[in-house]
């Protein structure tokens, strides 16, 4: 069993949907998870990190953390075609190393 | 520059060929990762080095060879690669390997196809 499990997608959804990205995960150490956004040919760029379980928001995302649960999430708000790219979750434990899931693919249609 | 570079972009090798692949980050963080990035898998750490000094090597092929000379520059020395090393090879880099989110900063990656 992988240590992060991340809905497969791909996902496709009109301009101006909500959007959930999940992540479930089986180490109780995990303590800091973050969310990457990859856009096609380039590397992932960090969109948000959360250490420990609650809400985190920024803009039209909210990273969402449920540690009792072993479960994660990322809200896109009033998605657009931009934010049209592949969605990776990470997780860390304390001096650990990051563990990703294999990614979602969103398209967002105008 | 900025961020973390990347060279080649795109690189294309036969199975008997050595080359390399450079990394060099502007960011000046003390620790730098090579990780291998292949169609619906997650992101495979290769690589760690902290301050040079490598920590981490993931049971790596030893086909592939990381070099670290400094803080800022990162080489993928590749050679008798396989069909199956195809894939799109990350750079990143990092504040230090220690405690905290250690959040990475990526490259944009070199594209490697192996024929």
């Known amino acids: 069993q992988k240590e992060v499990e991340q809905d497969p997608g791909p996902l496709s959804v009109p301009e101006g949907a909500i959007v959930s990205l999940n992540c479930t995960y089986s180490?109780?150490?995990?303590?800091?998870f973050m969310w990457y956004r990859q856009y096609s040919r380039k590397g992932p760029e960090l969109l948000m990190y959360?250490?420990?379980?609650g809400n985190k928001e920024d803009g039209r995302f909210t990273a969402q953390v449920d540690k009792s649960s072993k479960y994660i999430s990322l809200f896109i708000r009033d998605s657009q075609p931009s934010d049209s790219a592949t969605y990776l979750c990470?997780?860390?434990?304390?001096?650990?190393?990051?563990?990703f899931g294999d990614g979602t693919t969103l398209t967002v249609k105008p | 520059e900025t961020g973390v570079t990347q060279t080649p972009r795109h690189l294309v090798m036969g199975m008997t060929n050595k080359k390399s692949l450079k990394c060099e980050q502007h960011?000046?963080?003390?620790?730098m990762y090579w990780y291998k990035q292949s169609a619906k898998k997650p992101l495979e750490l290769m690589f760690v080095?902290?301050?040079?000094?490598?920590?981490e090597n993931n049971s790596v092929p030893s086909r592939f060879s990381p070099e670290c000379p400094n803080s800022s520059h990162l080489f993928l020395h590749l050679h008798t690669l396989q069909p199956e090393d195809s894939a799109l090879y990350l750079c990143?880099?990092?504040?230090?390997?220690?405690?905290?989110?250690?959040?990475?900063?990526f490259g944009a990656g070199s594209r490697l196809t192996v024929l």
């Open positions: 990143a880099s990092s504040q230090e390997t220690g405690t905290g989110a250690n959040v990475l900063t």
């Open positions: 180490n109780s150490a995990f303590q800091y």
């Open positions: 959360t250490y420990s379980s």
């Open positions: 990470a997780m860390r434990s304390n001096a650990g190393k990051s563990t």
């Open positions: 960011l000046g963080h003390n620790a």
């Open positions: 080095y902290n301050f040079k000094e490598q920590t």
